[in-house]
């Protein structure tokens, strides 16, 4: 049984892993900060003998001894990043030192889900490892954006510096049940329209595309990534590519929704297109996506039914 950290673990993605890495029977202690997670994703968790919560920011110093770091504690959606810019990238930053300060000191591996937006709006289709971005140091994205940035350079310093055994997981879009129904993402604001018959809203001309990756795959990838021994970023996510509004017409199918679409101004720093390259995630973990895409979204849907 290894005793494995999980921050952000009251999140979208962090509850799920948590679930399953109990499955696998590890000892998890959950850390969250309950800024953007909740207490309702991990409530099936907390009666479990092999599952601990601990209410705590990453900003903040821990001392604790665990066998392996899942360091996935961030506001991950514009609306929740955006409303604290700089605690966002306070903890994109201090968060993670904190979390290599704990590898550091007692030598266990550690895993960062760093994110797709470091390619910014790319110039490269699809985005391969290798790409260095095309990104915005000052918009109002990049709190977010740069945050992620230099926590990858922060984990692959100390990786050089001081021998941490790190990965680097870049997640491409997700979604899934347990994500916060005001997400403000395209997933959670499309279902939750299409299901109160209100008009879709698309941001531009709705031809920017998407690859839409479902949470169970999302968690078997980082868990590979993390028993895999490669130590440089490697995306995860799926491939298939759609535009905005090809999404919001299989939603709309898929809930039997009478919404029509409304457009609206493109915010600023939007990418036009994120697709990622997953030869790493491929040949390197063995990995790739099985879910199929209206199976996810009618899982998906079947969750936010309970909110609307």
């Known amino acids: 049984m290894k005793t494995i950290l999980v921050t952000g673990g009251a999140g979208f993605i962090g509850s799920h892993l948590c679930s399953k890495l109990l499955t696998r029977g590890d000892y998890v202690i959950c850390l969250d900060n309950l800024y953007t997670g909740s ?23 821990k001392i604790i001894e665990v066998d392996e770091i899942y360091h996935l504690a961030c506001p991950a959606s514009p609306i929740h990043y955006q409303h604290n810019p700089i605690k966002t990238i306070k903890t994109n930053i201090l968060g993670t030192m904190n979390m290599l300060g704990i590898s550091k000191r007692i030598g266990c591996k550690i ?69 916060n129904p005001d997400d403000g993402r395209v997933i959670s604001n499309f279902i939750n329209q299409a299901l109160k018959n209100q008009d879709i809203t698309i941001y531009g001309d709705g031809n920017q595309t998407r690859c839409l990756c479902y949470i169970d795959d ?21 491939n298939l590519e759609l535009t905005i509004n090809e999404i919001a017409n299989i939603i709309i199918r898929l809930t039997n929704s ?51």
Not at 39 to 61: P, Q
Request: proline share 5%; hydrophobic share 30%; net charge negative.
């Open 39 to 61: 207490k309702k994703n991990i409530d099936h968790l907390l009666s479990k003998n092999n599952f601990e919560f601990i209410r705590h920011d990453v900003i903040e110093k």
């Open 111 to 179: 895993l960062l889900t760093s994110t797709s937006e470091v390619y910014g709006d790319p110039l490269e289709h699809p985005q391969r490892e290798e790409y260095l971005g095309n990104v915005n140091t000052i918009g109002i994205r990049s709190c977010y954006d740069e945050g992620k940035r230099v926590a990858e350079t922060l984990m692959m310093d100390y990786h050089r510096e001081h021998n941490i055994d790190i990965r680097i997981a870049r997640i491409f879009n997700t979604f899934g049940p347990n994500m």
């Open 218 to 238: 999302m968690v078997d990838g980082l868990i590979a990534l993390m028993d895999s021994a490669y130590t440089k970023p490697v995306n995860l996510g799926s």
């Open 258 to 308: 009478s919404s029509g679409m409304v457009h609206h101004p493109i915010p600023d720093d939007d990418p036009k297109k994120r697709c990622p390259d997953l030869t790493k995630s491929k040949n390197i973990l063995n990995w790739k996506t099985y879910t199929d895409l209206e199976e996810g979204l009618l899982k998906t849907i079947e969750y936010y039914k309970k909110y609307n």
